[in-house]
Every structure is written in structure tokens, then in C-alpha cells.
């Protein structure tokens, strides 16, 4: 009985004492805290805190973040031609208190952040909405209308600060429309920026570093990586830092032999971050016909003068496997890209058919993702998935203007 006396004392001194909490709450997995907020209005004042939540994200800010399933935008029937927008979890996913979009469009376009919030873009004749959505609980906030009808957009989150509160995300979407000026030496890129911290949209003209070729649309597709915004146009990138000012604006040449495909192609490719003692390096994923190739930049690209384009010469062959030996076999369906994993350049996700794979460069291992939906029939090689990973912390979106 005195052991048992001693024993409970122990565990009462220990909670009793907030820094020995506090070193234990940070070594926990993130559902742990969550759920420790209960056990009294110390632990919830103490969790609550925006100092406990940038300290148990600087200790995290290197560990993979658990996939916990996919949206999935499926085409609609012929009769309605639009799109829809399902989420189909992991089958060990115990979360799922996501909510559907039941709602058909002539084009859906969406966007997941790592820090948990995701952007729906929808567009219905000439009409385009926006909407922040906040998955874990459920929040959907409608942007206002932009002026213009934009080619693409993105959304890139700010890094929490101790000052915005508990697991507050500030964000800026960004909407942009490629415009050519005949005979002009330079391109412009015209933006649209919804922050969240004034609650309004902003205009402004960004110049490219120099003019090329323009026979096609911008692409419909903005990918965001690290924070910064990316489209394809012409054999190059066009990358944008919202953080950095109206003239944080890159043009890079993709790599030798995807600058030889002739313009119009369709070229499934992603981008990723690896880290390095230089930083983060941006990492280009090209998926041919029976090989997939990653090239990666050899500086950062803040590194680079906004001034002149960075050369294709600038990248550097990673990465070669060839579609059979990623071992999910080499038949139809094809195989195409879904996503890098935003924490770990190395782990790339694949779709065939209706299956779904995790391809690990490092290891030369392939894992298949076992998941189902929620709602409707089975994914099919014409849908698109966009992968949802668990937040590093319970995102929140904060109280816009």
C-alpha cells in the first residue's frame, strides 16, 4: 500500500509541476494533447497557449505528417458536365469529420496545405468562388470575388507566430492571369491577392525576368510548395513568393529534355522541397511513358537573381526508375503523379486506376495505400485525388476582417 501511496504521490507532484507537464505534453502525438485539454483548466490554459503551440511545432517541424486520405474530384455525369468533390480516408483513419461538397461545377480545382487548410476553387460558366475550408472542424469560409477571372490560383500559408493565437493559419490565395503585351520584351504576370489578415483582395503587375513564348493558356494548374506558388507556361516556371513583395518573381527553365517537348503537350509532373545544408531545393518530377525522372535545382531559389532567368543547365538528374521496376506493374492502366510528400522529397504517391501507391526513391520500395470512400462508387483513373495530411497542429482559421 505504501508503494502504491508513493506512487500516485509521484504522478501528483509531476502534474502539479507545469514544466515537467509541459516537457511531457510536447514529446506526445498531437491527438494525445487534444484530448489532455480535458483533464483540467490548468492543461487547457497550458495547451491552449500560443508559446506551447510554436514549441510543439519546432520540435516537429522535420517529422512526416500521417496521410490521413484523399479528396477526390470526380467527373460527373455526361448530363451535367461538371465535377464533384468526395474525400476518400485511409481504412485505419480514425478521423473523419470532413465534409463532402456535393455540388456540380464546370470546372473544380482545390488545393491542400500542409498546415491543414485547403482551397476550392470553383468555377461555373463565368462565375468564380472561392472558399477556405478548415477540414478538422468543419469551418468553410467564402472569399469575396476577385475582379478578374483568373487562370489559376493557389493558397500559401504563413508560418504560426506566438502571437496569433492558438494554432491560428494566416493565409494568402493567390489568383493570377498571364497577360502578353505584342512586341513587348517582358511578360506580366497581373495578380489578385486575398489576405487574411485585411479580409481583402489586392492587384498588382508582376514583371517576368524576360518574354517567351506564349501559344497556350496558362496552366490551369498552381502548385504550392514551401509557401511559394508555381505555373507552368511555355517550357518554364514561373515562381512566386507572396511573402516577399510584389517583385519576388522567378522564371526557370525546366529541365533539357522537357524543353524539347512541343508546347501543348500535356506533361504530368509535381514539384516537391528536399532540404539541404543550402536550404530547401526545389525538386521537378517528370512522368514519361515508362520512366519517371527528378530533377532537382542546385541552389535555392531565393538564391538566384529576380533578374534573369535560371537556366535549364541549373538542374541536376536526381533521380531515374523506370515504371517497371517501381513494382505496381508496367500495363494499362497508366501510372501518374499524385503528390510528393510535403515533409520528405524522397516518398512520392502514384495512382493507377483505382489504386494508390507510395513510392520511396531512398529505399527503391513501393507500399500500396489501402483506403475507401466516403459516399459513391470507386476511384477511377479519371479522377483526381489531392492528398490530405494530419496538420502539425489543429489549424484554426483566424477572425477575418
Not at 501528483?12 to 506526445?28: F, G, K, P
Not at 506533361?267 to 526545389?282: A, V
Request: aromatic share 12%.
Amino acid at each position: 500500500m505504501k508503494r502504491c501511496h508513493s506512487r500516485f504521490s509521484s504522478v501528483e507532484a509531476v502534474s502539479h509541476c507545469d514544466e515537467l507537464v509541459n516537457e511531457i505534453l510536447l514529446r506526445l502525438p498531437l491527438d494525445a494533447v487534444c484530448k489532455f485539454k480535458c483533464v483540467s483548466k490548468t492543461w487547457n490554459s497550458l495547451i491552449s497557449h500560443p508559446l506551447f503551440c510554436s514549441n510543439y511545432l519546432s520540435q516537429r517541424k522535420n517529422s512526416l505528417l500521417p496521410l490521413l486520405g484523399f479528396f477526390r474530384i470526380t467527373l460527373a455525369a455526361q448530363d451535367y458536365g461538371g465535377s464533384t468533390l468526395e474525400v476518400s480516408f485511409l481504412q485505419n483513419c480514425k478521423e473523419r469529420k470532413f465534409i463532402s461538397l456535393d455540388i456540380v461545377v464546370k470546372r473544380l480545382f482545390i488545393d491542400a496545405s500542409p498546415e491543414g487548410l485547403i482551397l476550392c476553387r470553383l468555377e461555373r460558366f463565368t462565375v468564380f468562388k472561392y472558399y477556405i475550408c478548415n477540414p478538422v472542424t468543419n469551418q468553410w469560409f467564402a472569399l469575396p470575388e476577385p475582379r478578374h477571372a483568373p487562370s489559376s490560383a493557389g493558397l500559401s500559408c504563413e508560418e504560426r507566430s506566438s502571437k496569433d493565437g492558438d494554432g491560428v493559419v494566416h493565409f494568402k490565395v493567390v489568383a493570377a492571369i498571364m497577360e502578353v503585351e505584342e512586341g513587348a520584351t517582358h511578360d506580366r504576370l497581373h495578380i489578385e491577392t486575398f489576405s487574411s489578415r485585411t479580409g481583402k483582395w489586392s492587384e498588382s503587375f508582376l514583371t517576368c525576368p524576360s518574354a517567351f513564348s506564349y501559344e497556350v493558356e496558362m496552366s490551369y494548374q498552381c502548385l504550392s510548395v514551401g509557401g511559394m506558388l508555381y505555373w507552368k507556361v511555355s517550357g518554364h516556371l514561373v515562381a512566386y513568393d507572396p511573402h516577399m513583395g510584389e517583385n519576388s518573381i522567378w522564371l526557370i527553365e525546366l529541365p533539357p529534355l522537357c524543353c524539347k517537348k512541343r508546347e501543348g503537350f500535356f506533361m504530368d509532373y509535381i514539384l516537391g522541397h528536399s532540404s539541404s545544408s543550402d536550404g530547401c531545393l526545389l525538386r521537378f518530377a517528370l512522368n514519361e511513358k515508362l520512366m519517371i525522372k527528378v530533377w532537382e535545382l542546385k541552389k535555392k531559389i531565393s538564391s538566384y537573381s529576380l533578374s534573369r532567368v535560371i537556366p535549364s543547365s541549373e538542374w541536376v538528374l536526381k533521380e531515374e526508375v523506370s515504371h517497371e521496376k517501381l513494382g505496381i506493374g508496367n500495363s494499362l492502366p497508366h501510372i501518374c503523379f499524385i503528390e510528393f510528400h510535403p515533409r520528405n522529397a524522397k516518398l512520392v504517391y502514384l495512382q493507377r486506376g483505382s489504386m494508390v501507391f507510395c513510392y520511396d526513391f531512398g529505399t527503391g520500395r513501393s507500399e500500396q495505400i489501402q483506403y475507401h470512400g466516403n459516399g459513391t462508387g470507386t476511384v477511377s483513373e479519371n479522377d483526381r485525388l489531392v492528398p490530405y495530411f494530419q496538420p502539425p497542429w489543429r489549424p484554426s482559421l483566424p477572425c477575418l476582417p
